[in-house]
Every structure is written in structure tokens, then in C-alpha cells.
């Protein structure tokens, strides 16, 4: 398969016609394309617009999409056929290095009409923002069978197997020698932005600035540049991930992609959004049943598939069996073989600290899978530990597994412990950041409390055991540590660890 050039396409969406020079000189720093999405200007502001495409500096040097896109595509222009013609008719601006976006209705009325369009310029677009319809290869043939140079096929993806037929097109217009941009959108759809130019999409976009995303699941293009190194991305490229939902949230990409680029390895760490186990294990992930050849290499897995994955796994180490989760899957031959690098993660900073672990009294608040590997772990070097859970039912069956005893976090003094974890989400950044497990009272006399949440990086647990005179330890320690073991598995040798906290507080800050 030929490999394209990756070209990032950066959109610029104002309002006012007065700030469209500037945001389109940004966007060309950082830009191979810069994209004018005219239909988030106000009405009035149509004229003065034109007039400043037609006269801005140094065009030439400025590759440029010209988009007026309507409504029910995702754009802010009204839906009337005849008016959306008319704007097109009325721009004057094109040079030979701009391209107009012209939706699949428009191309197919502009060919019928005759219109004098230099079709060498035209990109024949299509949007689907419910999901992937099912007549998709119709609708790529009806496009296909327009002047148009080049398609843009943009659907929604729910879950991570419905990048599939966003590849599969991608394939297929390869095969045809069509330019294509195929894009699935959404959080579950980044791998196509990322991977995608490597399998032969025309470009990718990317965002200015978070807050300057037009269309879901959309990447910057410092991202896309800096973190995912898409200019290095090619067919060879070992793809390692992140299974999980939601999966936005994580700093794994930011550590795993820095390692790779200090260790310079031809690997690429991608986010995946995954609903359905099952189907992503058979579909994607699997080397006997896959549908996409890519050199998938290894994954991370993330909440809330930890144990569900393990009945697609061929093999499974006994620790991770013991603990009955797995973090860390590796492609060995035609088989997937199971690991968990959360344990020895979780007490790696605690040997540190405390260097033996046997007889130490530790309180572990949580009963979900990080509170199953703390326990694992915990019991595994010989400490004493107790469960803490605000509803000792849903916890009932991991304190008969691991014949630990159960008490209710609320009110209890955890006066005598030696370490205090917090294994729940509470605390996380977002709308219950300022919540904890547990107060300064309950504190008193705790010698150390370990925070598994790492964003952000001082926790509201955090400040309370610290007014309690506490020692503290926050969840960054174990998010690297068990990244290290992770990273090992897959490439065979210790990562830089500087560079990877490097990224994380980076990230974080």
C-alpha cells in the first residue's frame, strides 16, 4: 500500500469576518492545511469575508479549504439548497491552491446543472452524525461516481469496531486510486485521525485549541504532531492501546508516546473506546479473527473490562489470574497473552517508603477492580489489611474471596492504620473533585495515605490526611510505576522513567 504524506488540516471557525485573518494566520503555523469554515460566520459579516479571502497575504503559501457547511452536517448554515447554492456562486475567491468542500447533494446538482467548476478543486463531502449507516459503501459509490476529486466520508462511532468500515473504505479507495478522507468521529473514533493518513486518508484534522474542536472526538494538532508523532506514524508502526470506556480521561497516551519517542521505537500508543468486548477482542484485537490488518502489538486495559477480557486471552500470568483482572495484553504469535502490572505498581512507591510491607496494618477504602488489586497485592506481601465500602453488600463477595473483614467507611476512625488507600474514583477531576473518602478526624494517627487517583495531582484526600499529619502519597507513583512494568512487556526493555513523568505533570499542569 502506498503511504501518504500525513497533512493536517486545521479548521478556523469565527464569527466575525474582523477575526477570521488573524485565526487563519495561527492556523497556518501549525497547519499543512488551514480549512475557513464560512458557515460559522454571522450573515452580515458574508461580504466582508470574501473581500478579506480576496486579499489576503501570501495565499500562495496557504493551502485552503473553503467550507459552507449546512446544518444537518454539522455546520451552522441554513439547510435551503438554493441558498447554499448561491453562496457558492457568489464566492469569487478561489485560487488554484484553494479547495471548496461541497456537500454530496450540491455536487451531484452542480454536475447536473453543468456548472463551470473546476472539479480538480472539489472535495465531495458526507456526514452521519447518529452513526455508520448501513448502505455506507453505497453512499462512497455515489460519491465516487462524481467529478469530484476527492471524498470526505465523516460518520459518528459509538464503539471502537465501528472504525472498521471508516478502514475498510480507506482500503477500498486505495484499491480504486481515489483520494479519500475517511474520519469516524466521536471519542471512539480517534484512531481513524490518527491512523488514518498512514492507510492512505487524504488528510486528518486537527484543532487549534481544545475549545476550537468543530467536530467531536477531534484532536489538536499539537496532539496529533507532539504526542502521537502522526509525521512518523506508517504501515510498520507497532499500534499499542487503550481499551476502556470512557477512556478521555487518561494520561497514558501522553506517558506511553513520550517513552516511544525517547527510546525511538516505531510504536504509536492510540486510545480506544470500547463498549463491546467481545466484538473489539474478535474484530480488532485478535490476531486469528481480525478484520484489519494493522500491527496491532499489545494493549492496555482500562475500567471497566479488566475481567471481562480475560475470557478472549489464550494465556494468562498466575498473578493476574489470582488477582482475576488484566491490565496489560501482548500479541505473542498468533496468540494474546494476559498480565497485570497494577499490583506491582501499586507497591513498588509503598516498598519505597515503608521497605517491607509484612504485618502492616492497611485500611483500603473501595471494592472495584484497583481496590482488588491493592488487595491482591497487599496480601501478597504480607500485610494485614481491611476493607472499607460505603455499602458492604457490593462488597460482600471480594471480602469472602480474599477472606478480608468489612467495615463502613463512614464515621470510622482509622486511628492505628499504618497506610490508608483511597482505591475509588472520588476525588477525580470533574464535578465530585472536592469529595473524599474520608476527613482530616478520621485521619488522626494514620501514617500514610495513598491516593490512587493521580488527576489531580493534590487530591482532596490528600489535604485532608495532610492536616491530620499524615505522610502522603499520590496516585502518580503507581500510575508510572505500573506503566514501566507495561512497557517492558511490550517492547522488551525498561522505559526512560523521567521522560515519563515528564509527561504526566506536564499534562497535569
Request: a negative charge.
Amino acid at each position: 500500500m502506498k503511504e501518504n504524506p500525513p497533512k493536517i488540516c486545521v479548521p478556523v471557525c469565527v464569527q466575525r469576518a474582523i477575526e477570521l485573518g488573524l485565526a487563519l494566520e495561527r492556523a497556518a503555523e501549525v497547519a499543512d492545511i488551514v480549512e475557513a469554515r464560512l458557515d460559522c460566520l454571522d450573515n452580515d459579516q458574508h461580504d466582508a469575508a470574501f473581500q478579506l479571502l480576496r486579499d489576503r497575504p501570501n495565499r500562495e503559501h496557504a493551502p485552503m479549504i473553503l467550507t459552507f457547511r449546512p446544518a444537518e452536517e454539522g455546520g451552522r448554515a441554513a439547510s435551503d439548497y438554493g441558498a447554499r447554492r448561491g453562496f457558492w456562486v457568489a464566492l469569487k475567491t478561489l485560487t488554484d491552491s484553494d479547495l471548496m468542500d461541497l456537500e454530496l447533494d450540491l455536487v451531484q446538482g452542480f454536475d447536473a446543472e453543468t456548472a463551470s467548476i473546476d472539479w480538480s478543486r472539489v472535495i465531495c463531502s458526507y456526514h452521519d452524525f447518529s452513526g455508520v449507516p448501513s448502505d455506507l459503501d453505497q453512499v462512497y459509490e455515489r460519491m465516487a461516481a462524481t467529478p469530484a476529486r476527492i471524498l470526505k466520508i465523516a460518520v459518528q462511532a459509538n464503539d471502537a469496531t465501528d472504525c472498521l468500515p471508516i478502514f475498510h473504505l480507506l482500503q477500498r479507495a486505495q484499491r480504486e486510486g481515489r483520494q479519500i478522507v475517511a474520519i469516524a468521529m466521536g471519542q471512539a473514533g480517534i484512531m481513524t485521525r490518527i491512523l488514518g493518513p498512514s492507510r492512505g486518508s487524504f488528510l486528518t484534522y486537527g484543532a487549534l485549541a481544545d475549545e476550537c474542536a468543530t467536530a467531536p472526538g477531534q484532536l489538536t494538532a499539537r496532539e496529533l504532531r507532539e504526542v502521537y508523532r502522526i509525521d512518523k506514524v506508517n504501515q510498520e508502526t507497532k499500534i499499542i492501546g487503550l481499551m476502556g470506556n470512557p477512556i478521555a480521561h487518561s494520561l497514558s497516551p501522553q506517558i506511553h508516546n513520550a517513552a516511544f519517542a525517547v527510546a525511538e521505537t516505531n510504536a504509536v500508543y492510540v486510545p480506544f473506546e470500547v463498549g463491546n468486548v467481545g466484538q473489539f477482542m474478535q474484530r480488532l484485537a485478535h490476531p486469528r479473527s481480525r478484520e484489519l490488518d494493522w500491527n496491532l502489538r499489545g494493549l492496555s486495559v482500562t475500567a471497566p473490562h479488566k475481567t471481562a477480557v480475560m475470557q478472549f486471552l489464550d494465556w494468562i500470568d498466575p498473578a493476574a489470574r489470582g488477582m482475576g483482572a488484566v491490565n496489560t495484553i501482548v500479541v505473542r504469535g498468533d496468540e494474546l497473552h494476559g498480565y497485570n502490572t497494577d499490583a506491582l505498581g501499586f507497591t513498588a512507591p509503598l516498598r519505597h517508603r515503608f521497605g517491607s510491607l509484612r504485618d502492616a496494618r492497611c485500611a483500603i477504602v473501595g471494592a472495584g477492580g484497583s481496590a482488588r488489586a491493592a488487595l491482591w497485592a497487599l496480601r501478597n506481601e504480607g500485610a494485614r489489611v481491611s476493607l472499607f465500602v460505603r455499602d458492604p453488600d457490593k462488597a460482600r463477595e471480594l471480602s469472602e474471596e480474599f477472606e478480608v473483614d468489612i467495615e463502613r467507611v463512614t464515621d470510622t476512625s482509622f486511628a492505628g492504620f499504618d497506610i490508608v488507600v483511597n482505591a475509588t474514583p472520588l476525588g477525580t477531576l470533574g464535578v465530585r473533585e472536592h469529595e473524599t473518602v474520608a476527613t482530616v478526624d478520621q485521619f488522626r494517627g494514620v501514617r500514610l495515605a495513598y491516593d490512587l487517583v493521580y488527576n489531580p495531582l493534590e487530591t482532596q484526600f490528600l489535604r485532608e490526611a495532610r492536616a491530620a499529619g499524615s505522610e502522603t502519597l499520590g496516585g502518580i507513583e503507581m500510575l508510572l510505576a505500573q506503566a514501566v512494568e507495561q512497557f517492558k512487556i511490550w517492547i522488551g526493555k525498561a522505559p526512560d522513567v523521567d521522560v515519563m513523568r515528564a509527561a504526566v505533570v506536564r499534562t497535569l499542569s
